[in-house]
C-alpha cells in the first residue's frame, strides 16, 4: 500500500468521522501536521446516512449554523476548531486536542453534546486562555504550513549538491593517490598563488564544474564562517575514508583468497625513524592473478624479534586477518 494512498484513506476516514483520530492517546508532529491540513470535520445534513442530525433522549440535536460565530454586527466567522463526530454525535475542540493544555477534559477525551445549553457552552470554551493559546499555535502552525514543502525541497537540494562535492573531493584525493603527489602547500589560502595540489585541483575543476563552483564562491565570500569541504581537516578525513575503503577490499580479497604470503621490510625515513612495510601478496580468486598489496606501514623503534611479532600480530588483529587465516 502506496503512503499516498494511506493518506488519501486516512483523510477521507477523518472527513466522514473523526472518531478514530481523536482517541488516540498521543499526536505526533506528523499526525498533527495532516490533520491540520485537512482541516475540521463540520458535516452537514446533506452528508449524513439520514439527511439529518441525530437526537438524544430528549429529542434536541446538534445544528450546523454552531460552525459559525455571528458577531454584533452581523457578520460570521467560521469556527474552525469546531469537530463534530456523527458516530459519537459529540462535538470536540480541535485545537485543544492538538495544541491544547490543561484542557477541559469534555472537550478533548469525553465530547461535548449537551445540545440544550450549546450556544453558551461554546461562547464559555472559545473565552478561555486555554483555548485561546492553542487557537493561536494552531493560526501559526497554519500560517507555516505551506512552507514546509519548500523547505524539503531546499534541504534535499542541499544533501544533493553536498553529494556531488564531495564526490568530486573524493575523485581528487583518489587521483592524487594514485600518482603519489603531495596533498598540500606551505600555504593554502585561497588568496596565495600556489595553495597545494589538492586546493589547486579544486579551483581548477570549479571552473568546469557548477556544485564545486558554488563551494568555492561561497568560501571566497564566507570564509570561515562557513563549513568547508577542503580544509586541512576534511583532507585528512577524505584520505582516512579512501584508505579504510580500499583496506577492507583488500581485506575481503585476502580472506576468500586461499594462497598468501607476506613480506616484511624496514628502512628509515628522512627523521632516522626505522619504518616497517607489510606487503601481502595473495591470489585474485576470480582470475587467479597474484595480487601485490601494501597492507600497513608502521613506525618500528625497537629491532629484536620479540617486537618485530608484536608488532606483526599487532598489524594483522587491526586487519581482521588473525582469525581467519593465520
Not at 492517546?25 to 495532516?34: A, G, N, Q, R, Y
Not at 580472506?255 to 607476506?262: C, G, K, L, N, P
Request: aromatic share 10%; proline share 3%; glycine share 4%.
Amino acid at each position: 500500500m502506496s503512503e499516498d494512498f494511506f493518506e488519501v484513506s486516512a483523510a477521507s476516514t477523518w472527513k466522514n468521522d473523526p472518531f478514530l483520530f481523536i482517541k488516540i492517546k498521543h499526536f505526533t508532529p506528523e499526525i498533527i501536521s495532516m490533520i491540520v491540513e485537512w482541516g475540521p470535520c463540520q458535516p452537514t445534513c446533506d452528508v449524513l446516512p439520514n439527511k439529518e442530525f441525530l437526537k438524544d433522549k430528549d429529542g434536541r440535536y446538534f445544528h450546523a449554523g454552531w460552525y459559525y460565530r455571528t458577531h454584533t454586527d452581523g457578520t460570521k466567522t467560521r469556527r474552525n476548531w469546531l469537530t463534530y463526530s456523527p458516530s459519537l454525535n459529540k462535538i470536540f475542540c480541535l485545537d485543544c486536542i492538538l495544541l491544547g493544555r490543561k484542557t477541559v477534559k469534555a472537550w478533548v477525551k469525553d465530547g461535548f453534546s449537551h445540545w440544550k445549553n450549546m450556544g453558551i457552552a461554546i461562547i464559555n470554551h472559545e473565552t478561555t486562555n486555554t483555548h485561546i493559546e492553542a487557537s493561536l499555535k494552531m493560526k501559526l502552525r497554519e500560517s507555516v504550513l505551506p512552507l514546509i514543502p519548500s523547505l524539503e525541497v531546499n534541504q534535499k537540494s542541499s544533501v544533493a549538491l553536498n553529494r556531488e562535492i564531495v564526490k568530486q573531493l573524493i575523485d581528487i584525493t583518489v587521483f592524487l593517490g594514485r600518482q603519489c603527489l603531495p596533498f598540500r602547500g606551505h600555504r593554502e589560502r585561497l588568496t596565495d598563488q600556489l595553495k597545494g595540489n589538492f586546493k589547486d585541483l579544486v579551483l581548477l575543476l570549479s571552473q568546469h564544474s557548477p556544485a564545486l563552483a558554488s563551494h568555492v564562491s561561497t568560501l571566497k565570500l564566507k570564509g570561515r564562517k562557513d563549513i568547508s569541504f577542503i580544509s586541512w581537516d576534511r583532507q585528512n578525513l577524505l584520505i582516512e575514508s579512501v584508505s579504510e575503503y580500499i583496506s577492507q577490499i583488500v581485506q575481503s580479497d585476502i580472506i576468500s583468497s586461499r594462497i598468501f604470503s607476506v613480506s616484511l621490510d624496514s628502512t628509515f625515513d628522512i627523521s632516522r625513524k626505522e619504518q616497517v612495510s607489510f606487503i601481502i601478496m595473495y591470489v585474485n580468486e576470480t582470475n587467479g592473478t597474484v595480487m601485490e598489496r601494501l597492507l600497513a606501514l608502521e613506525e618500528f623503534p625497537c629491532t629484536t624479534g620479540v617486537h618485530l611479532s608484536e608488532l606483526f600480530q599487532n598489524v594483522f588483529n587491526n586487519h581482521i586477518l588473525i582469525g581467519n587465516q593465520i
